[in-house]
């Protein structure tokens, strides 16, 4: 709780600071609070009594709020550039940033459903606002009222399958509602609760069939929020999907974990496929998101996701792929969106290119990048519960490998830059991509930390 005390008086401070336009302190005491928030988060003060600490965090957890927060620094520091150009508002982009990351945390560490509702909706409101933040753009004005009514619709669903669970099991406590699930033979509204809970998860997190929103929310928001979206809250709410089956319906694993087997089957497919036809950057990186939060979520279907590093590994070289190509479309700049905008950026900045090589590379899985420890973790442990959706997982690995190879060459290949518009770094950015690629080389070195 002290973290996400922190964080919000950080928001708070933000918000009056961006009043007298104050960018470079904004930006300063923005990433000062991430920072605190960290350190309180592993090492609390122990202020607050213990009828007051509503939240609940093992190893597990605590590292994905590192992770959290980690990728929120970066993407802070990463849209400085974009966020000068708007001074008025730096202020409210830092603070909807954390106070969007008070919840993602509140979802890490809930212990009921009460906590779960509301650190979902702290995560995901504070997004409306800021998918919708470029005004002059009509996309983002589309992307807003999309996520804003897909949002709300998801909600929906949630709220009905939390009313049919609490009358199935009369409790909102995880603990007693495992209890009853164990026990439960049969009980129709304990199942249909669970059913549109699972929906209103698979919303949020962008799986199939209800995945379609995805690329145009992407599409249409500012490439620094989409980054967010696509990295800090994936990460969230995929280990919050995690928790809530294993904590309140592990008594019915035989029931869903088919279901959502064959889900992530197809979502793999129909991201990777889609992928393929995609000629804007935003799109591939949306169809990408799907496939990987479909890679993602196998830990779902091994019991020990929830106490072992192998999805926190998954995200990190995940996470850091996505902040760092993100990073490099904001560098950019290209008005257009274009694949074609990559070309020969290599050769022009030799720093960009081999952090957008090693960012591809990592969500390839090749070795020896982070993202191929993790990708190969996350696969050895679910091979033994279903082996025919890691036959599945390696095809559509080797689909995206001919993607991402294929952006490498994009990327490599030998340009004329006589008519090339002038790529500028901040120095605020150059730092963002040389942690990313120490993270995307050898991120996979802290599990030799992991206890």
Same mark, same amino acid.
């Given at each position: ?14 918000? /009056? ?9 904004? #930006? ?15 090492? +609390? ?23 959290? &927060? ?34 993602? &945390?509140?979802?890490?560490? /809930? *212990?009921?459903? =009460? ?10 409101? +504070? ?16 992307a807003a009222v999309k996520y804003f009514f897909m949002g709300a619709f998801a909600t929906c669903l949630l709220l009905f399958g939390v009313v049919l669970t609490y009358g199935a099991t009369q409790s909102f406590e995880l603990t007693e509602i495992l209890s009853k699930t164990i026990n439960s033979s049969g009980n129709a509204m304990l199942f249909i609760g669970m059913i549109f809970i699972l929906a209103s998860f698979l919303f949020k997190v962008g799986v199939a069939p209800f995945h379609f929103w995805v690329p145009d929310v992407y599409q249409g928001s500012p490439t620094v929020f989409m980054g967010y979206m696509s990295s800090v809250v994936k990460v969230v709410g995929i280990y919050a999907f995690i928790k809530f089956f294993h904590l309140a319906f592990g008594g019915l694993y035989d029931f869903w974990s088919t279901l959502i087997a064959i889900l992530i ?13 995609? #000629?804007? =950057? *935003? ?5 990408? $998101? ?12 091994? +019991? ?9 590994? =998954? ?24 694949? $074609?905008?990559? *070309? ?25 990048? #982070? ?15 279903? +082996? ?35 790529? #500028? ?9 040389? &942690? ?14 992991? *206890?």
């Amino acid at each position: 709780m002290e973290a996400i005390i922190l964080l919000f008086i950080t928001g708070i401070i933000a918000l /009056f600071l961006g009043i007298f336009n104050q960018a470079k302190l904004t #930006t300063t005491i923005s990433v000062v609070g991430l920072i605190g928030a960290a350190i309180v988060q592993h090492y +609390p003060l122990n202020i607050l009594s213990d009828e007051y600490n509503l939240l609940e965090f093992n190893q597990v957890g605590n590292a994905f709020v590192s992770l959290a &927060i980690l990728l929120t620094a970066l993407i802070i520091l990463s849209g400085d550039k974009v966020f000068n150009e708007e001074k008025d508002h730096i202020g409210d982009y830092n603070a909807l940033l954390l106070f969007s990351l008070s919840g993602g &945390i509140i979802l890490i560490g /809930f *212990k009921d459903l =009460f906590m779960f509702f509301l650190g979902l909706e702290i995560l995901s409101i +504070p997004l409306y606002v800021l998918a919708g933040s470029k005004k002059q753009s009509s996309t983002s004005s589309e992307a807003a009222v999309k996520y804003f009514f897909m949002g709300a619709f998801a909600t929906c669903l949630l709220l009905f399958g939390v009313v049919l669970t609490y009358g199935a099991t009369q409790s909102f406590e995880l603990t007693e509602i495992l209890s009853k699930t164990i026990n439960s033979s049969g009980n129709a509204m304990l199942f249909i609760g669970m059913i549109f809970i699972l929906a209103s998860f698979l919303f949020k997190v962008g799986v199939a069939p209800f995945h379609f929103w995805v690329p145009d929310v992407y599409q249409g928001s500012p490439t620094v929020f989409m980054g967010y979206m696509s990295s800090v809250v994936k990460v969230v709410g995929i280990y919050a999907f995690i928790k809530f089956f294993h904590l309140a319906f592990g008594g019915l694993y035989d029931f869903w974990s088919t279901l959502i087997a064959i889900l992530i089957g197809i979502s793999m497919f129909v991201g990777n496929l889609t992928a393929l036809v995609q #000629t804007k =950057f *935003k799109r591939l990186m949306a169809y990408s $998101s799907i496939t990987n939060g479909a890679y993602a979520l196998m830990a779902i279907l091994y +019991p020990d996701a929830l106490v072992d590093s192998t999805l926190w590994v =998954f995200m990190l070289g995940y996470g850091t792929s996505v902040v760092a190509l993100l990073t490099i479309s904001m560098i950019l700049n290209d008005e257009t969106d274009e694949i $074609s905008a990559f *070309k020969g950026i290599g050769y022009r900045k030799p720093l960009i290119g081999l952090v957008a090589i090693a960012a591809l590379l990592s969500t390839s899985g090749i070795p020896p990048m #982070t993202g191929f420890f993790g990708k190969l973790m996350l696969f050895s442990s679910v091979w033994s519960y279903y +082996p025919w959706l890691i036959v599945f997982a390696l095809i559509n690995s080797a689909i995206g490998v001919f993607i991402y190879l294929r952006l490498i060459m994009t990327i490599m290949s030998k340009e004329t830059f006589s008519e090339a518009k002038e790529i #500028t770094v901040s120095p605020l950015q150059t730092v963002v991509l040389v &942690i990313s690629l120490l993270l995307l080389v050898g991120g996979w070195l802290m599990l030799l930390c992991w *206890k």
